[in-house]
């Protein structure tokens, strides 16, 4: 199992022009291989945040899946900006310009071509659309912005480089019409005798999954553990008069 970061980076997204559909897939398909997202950051196309931004992932030794950036105009500065992060030149990448040359024959000159450039040592990841590849370089992957190519690219790195693994087992529990300030206690008793546990407890005055008040508590970590915690706190609401849901058992997000 591993944990990523994904960058997503575009004016248009920050301005409102575009909206960002890549979290959400990204997400699922690193959760169903059995991986974690640890964060997300919607960059603009600035070449000094994009290198500040890279070079402090490269120092964290992150995963990183980076969407947009990566064509050949003016406003493309992602491919540069990681080159610069990692102190390397870039450079054309044969396997890469072979592709952009065999698909676009005399018109990959003069300006295709350069989408094969990547940071010196970098690695293809093949693009099923178009077959404008991205580029792999210490655990930092360059998709373009175009969700048809980038998410196929995303489910090809993660098979490529990659073993899945298995996500921590996540309970849920829902208390009906409860409110946190009178729950402290109980959820502090649970943090302190299950600390290797992640806890959580997410209020909602109703919504699609459960229409009253309610709230969600959860743990997320060891099957078991997991599980000892919730009843746990299944047994300590039910002492004090609460009436809940059955527990969910879920993969963790």
Not at 37 to 51: E, F, R, W
Not at 59 to 84: M, N, Q, W, Y
Not at 170 to 193: N, P
């Amino acid at each position: 199992m591993a944990q990523f970061t994904v960058l997503i980076i575009g004016d248009e997204i920050l301005s409102g022009r575009r909206v960002d559909q890549h979290f959400a897939a990204i997400l699922q398909r690193l959760q169903s291989r059995g991986h974690t997202l640890s964060s997300v950051h919607y960059l603009p196309d600035d070449p000094a945040t994009l290198i500040a931004h890279f070079q402090r992932t490269l120092a964290e030794k992150r995963h990183v899946i980076s969407c947009g950036g990566i064509g050949a105009t003016p406003d493309d500065f992602t491919r540069a900006a990681l080159a610069s992060a990692l102190n390397v030149p870039l450079q054309l990448q044969p396997q890469a310009a072979a592709l952009i040359e065999q698909r676009f024959g005399d018109d990959a000159y003069p300006h295709r071509i350069k989408m094969a450039e990547f940071p010196q040592g970098a690695s293809i990841i093949p693009n099923p659309v178009n077959q404008v590849a991205g580029a792999a370089i210490a655990q930092h992957y360059l998709l373009p912005g175009f969700p048809t190519m980038a998410w196929p690219m995303v489910e090809w790195l993660l098979d490529q480089y990659y073993t899945a693994g298995t996500l921590a087992t996540r309970r849920s529990l829902t208390v009906l019409d409860a409110k946190e300030g009178d729950l402290i206690d109980v959820m502090q008793a649970v943090v302190d005798q299950w600390p290797q546990l992640t806890f959580s407890s997410l209020p909602s005055f109703g919504n699609p999954h459960c229409q009253q008040a309610h709230i969600e508590f959860s743990v997320q970590g060891d099957v078991h553990d997991s599980q000892t915690a919730i009843d746990f706190l299944q047994q300590q609401l039910s002492q004090l008069g609460y009436l809940f849901l059955e527990p969910a058992n879920t993969p963790s997000d």
